[in-house]
């Protein structure tokens, strides 16, 4: 959705209840007392739901990203516009400007409340399939006289490690038999260190056990051929960074890229909620225009 088709469906405050009205009835109201998604009545005079079974109240924000705030739900509609509007993002600044909030910690709070909610949305599924695996090291924001104490480089405390996997399917050319490699979906996670128990943990949680892991010769590998089907282990180098190991390095280099474009860098407390925006647009970087509903819709989740 572009700036002039929010403007022109969404003029107000009652369009956007109504929007956001269709959006919980089509995906189900969870009601808390009966813990499951019920049969639900609308009140027009009291703008809830109420249960068919146990007859609680459920407001339009109750049991969303939205439950409890104070901003109006056409503010949070602009926000998820501005949110979902671009790959890149905004700095909080520019994101509290556009919205007109008075507040900065009005802005911050609401940017990493959708991106909280971009992570559970994504944290459903599993990757499979073929998929590439490594580390990222990435600066993280910290006091500068501490800074100055503390090594450069790889595995330095100046840097956070960050878990990257991307599916990736070989495809051969049929004209010349070249094989080339199809990106999936990825998934980004903060890791405590780069040991063996960190990794396999992140392994565990996020590919599927029927799955072929591609890898350099780490050490820290040494137990995922006992947590998936396969593992195929590839020395670095400048053939397997374009190759076998294409995708999740195009990522990592994406990252960076973005973090220090755009905010330049970000204190290791909210990484992980940096790297959820950027995977969660990665996955859905064909949608488009439609990125605005997919958002609404995971906003509206009861897990969140």
């Known amino acids: 959705m572009n700036i002039l088709d929010f403007t022109r469906d969404f003029p107000d405050e009652q369009s956007c209840e109504e929007y956001l009205k269709s959006h919980r009835e089509r995906e189900g109201v969870y009601c808390k007392t009966c813990s499951s998604y019920t049969n639900h009545y609308w009140f027009g005079t009291k703008k809830c739901f109420e249960c068919s079974k146990c007859r609680r109240r459920t407001s339009l924000k109750a049991g969303t990203v939205m439950e409890s705030s104070n901003l109006s739900l056409h ?15 905004f700095s909080c600044m520019e994101f509290q400007r556009q919205l007109g909030l008075k507040k900065y910690v009005t802005a911050f709070r609401l940017m990493h409340k959708i991106r909280s909610v971009m992570g559970k949305r994504d944290s459903a599924y599993m990757l499979k399939g073929m998929v590439e695996y490594d580390e990222a090291y990435v600066e993280k924001a910290i ?162």
């Open 75 to 89: 503010t949070w509609f602009a926000a998820f516009l501005l949110m979902s509007a671009t790959k890149k993002g």
């Open 143 to 304: 006091d500068g006289e501490l800074k100055k104490q503390l090594k450069r480089g790889k595995g330095s405390q100046r840097q956070a490690i960050v878990a990257v996997a991307a599916e990736s399917t070989p495809l051969e050319d049929k004209n010349t038999g070249g094989i080339s490699r199809h990106c999936g979906f990825f998934k980004m996670k903060v890791i405590q260190d780069a040991s063996a128990s960190s990794v396999d943990g992140f392994v565990k949680e996020t590919i599927n056990k029927e799955s072929v892991i591609f890898t350099d010769k780490n050490q820290a590998y040494v137990n995922l051929e006992k947590l998936v089907e396969s593992h195929v282990k590839v020395k670095s180098s400048a053939k397997t960074t374009n190759g076998e190991l294409n995708w999740v390095h195009t990522a990592i280099s994406n990252l960076k890229k973005n973090l220090l474009g755009i905010y330049h860098m970000v204190t290791e407390k909210y990484l992980q909620n940096y790297l959820d925006e950027f995977v969660y647009k990665l996955n859905r970087r064909y949608f488009g225009e439609k990125l605005f509903d997919r958002l609404i819709i995971a906003a509206i989740q009861h897990y969140v």
